[in-house]
């Protein structure tokens, strides 16, 4: 629970990092604001696998009562999140390397190179990297109306057992 | 993107090394100059798509040989269009008004083992300094002479970088030049 939040929190950071970092002139902020968006990606990286790993140890609690379709939606949908968790930020690295830039991660710890740099296959990482982004804010945005749904229409308990102070985990 | 020019000798290098087990002129596209620059603690690589180079290059009469180079520093090829762009512009390289890029070697020293070192002037932004590059030799298969190095330059040295960008903690001051020339032997 509190990795899902932490996730959310460096997501939503992240994509509006991104967003607003590419329109600034060059400039040393520039320049930072790519590396904390970079470091950011990473982190949302660690903590989808950190998450995978505690699901594949602890089960799910069980879901709540619900149309089946539903049930399936949600699965989707969630296996859906954690792919583009996994995906979005090596495929921001992999952009990074392209453009012949190095991404060290907490101005600390340098990772390698994916990709030589190429310039043509940079400018398709980049698309790739950015629909990929909006393909996760479609997906955030279903994902939050479903919970807000389940809280004030179904009156249900799938919004407040992720809050904390809630016993799940 | 990648330019391919074939191999232009220099006709004066031609006649100079005729004869001579050695090598002139440069295949252009097999060679390359690269460099890294450090930006913020960040390794950003680049390279120039186009220069030209006058090589000659005799193992046994280093003092005849030669290795001049040209480089159109508006042929950046950087992480992006802006970083490209903006690297143009005055505060960097001002390629308006300094388009070349030149070095001029003086001196070739043999230091034994295939190991040269290659003393001249590297002149850019109208500021010329002392530049010493070593090279290594080496056979590739198709029986070229493949010389490689690398050499750091002090970027402030020349003014790249003026102004906001001349605090080396934003950009660093030392910037790696890697050459890799390709010589065709003299047939």
Redesign the interface.
Known sequence: MTLHWLAALLIVGGFTLGLSMVDLP???QK??WY?WHKWIGITVFLLACARLGWRARYRAPPPVEMPAWQQRSATISHRLLYALMLVIPVSGWLYSSA??????YL?WV?LPDLVP?H??LAAVLRAVHVTLNFTLLALVCVHTAAALKHHYVDRDSVLTRMLPGSRNP | ?VLLRSFVPSLGALLLAAGQAAAQGVLIDKSEIRFISR?????????FRRWKANIVFLPKELGRSKADLDVDLASI????D??ET?VKRPQWFDTGKFPIAKFVSSSIRDLGSDRYEVSGTLTIKGITHDATVPLTLKKDAAGNNLAEGSFTIKRLDYKIGEG?WA?PE?VANEVIVRVRMVLPPVK
Request: no cysteine.
């Open positions: 060059i400039s040393r320049l930072q590396a453009t012949g830039v190095q991404v060290v101005g340098p740099k310039k043509e | 993107m930006q913020m603690g960040v390794n950003v690589e680049g390279r090829d950087l992480a992006s802006e970083s903006e906001e605090d934003t």
